[in-house]
Every structure is written in structure tokens, then in C-alpha cells.
């Protein structure tokens, strides 16, 4: 199990940009694939990106693609989701994971730790 916090979360119009970022403070998570999901009021948790261990290689979510970018920086333990040219539709709750690996596609039960969450807020 890894302990994570995610931060940056908020309330944008739709067009605009933000940043939430994950961090795994007092651990080395570079051995980690690290995920985003998502969830919204009445639906099932969703992924979004991915960015593997290693070689940090990324796969998105065909919703997301384009317009988000999944980053990790492992010196300071924390990966980042830039999400550019938002829309209504991805406001969500946005969920960090780590897992030791998944498939492309994966699924939020093959992520075995989980941070709290933050609130994306996209209005029209």
C-alpha cells in the first residue's frame, strides 16, 4: 500500500485548463505504475491516464486524448494530470492510483492503492 494525496482540484469554465497533482510523500514511487480516474455523481469510476514505471511510457483514455497530459516527476514523488480544453463533461472527482502493473486499459481494480480525491468543476 502507498500513501497518496492529490491536490490542485477546482472550478474552471469550459475551455480552461488545470493541474492536479499526486503525491506520495515519504516514498519512492518510481517503481509504481501510477493511474488517474475519475468518477462522477451516479456513475462508475472511470480511467483516464495512465504513466507507467520505467521507461514512464502513458496511455490515456480515448475521452481524454488530446487534451490531457499524465506526468511524473520522480524526485519529488508526485505525478501531475494537465488537463487542457476541459468540458462539462469531465467534471468528476479525480483519483490517484498506483498499482506495480496493469494493462493499458485498466481497470480501478487492478490499482491496489488509492488517494482521497479531488474535485474537477467544468460549467458551461
Known amino acids: 500500500q502507498v500513501q497518496l494525496v492529490e491536490s490542485g482540484g477546482g472550478s474552471v469554465q469550459a475551455g480552461g485548463s488545470l493541474r492536479v497533482s499526486c503525491a506520495a510523500p515519504?516514498?519512492?514511487?518510481?517503481?509504481?505504475?501510477m493511474g488517474w480516474f475519475r468518477q462522477a455523481p451516479g456513475k462508475e469510476r472511470e480511467f483516464v491516464a495512465l504513466?507507467?514505471?520505467?521507461?514512464?511510457?502513458?496511455s490515456y483514455a480515448d475521452s481524454v486524448k488530446g487534451r490531457f497530459t499524465v506526468s511524473r516527476d520522480n524526485a519529488k514523488n508526485t505525478i501531475y494530470l494537465q488537463m487542457n480544453s476541459l468540458k462539462p463533461e469531465d467534471t468528476a472527482v479525480y483519483y490517484c492510483?498506483?498499482?506495480?502493473?496493469?494493462?493499458?486499459?485498466?481497470?480501478?481494480?487492478?490499482?491496489?492503492?488509492w488517494g482521497q480525491g479531488t474535485q474537477v468543476t467544468v460549467s458551461s
Open positions: 492510483a498506483a498499482a506495480w502493473q496493469v494493462p493499458n486499459n485498466p481497470r480501478a481494480t487492478d490499482f491496489g492503492s
Open positions: 515519504g516514498r519512492t514511487f518510481s517503481t509504481y505504475t
Open positions: 504513466i507507467r514505471r520505467g521507461g514512464g511510457s502513458t
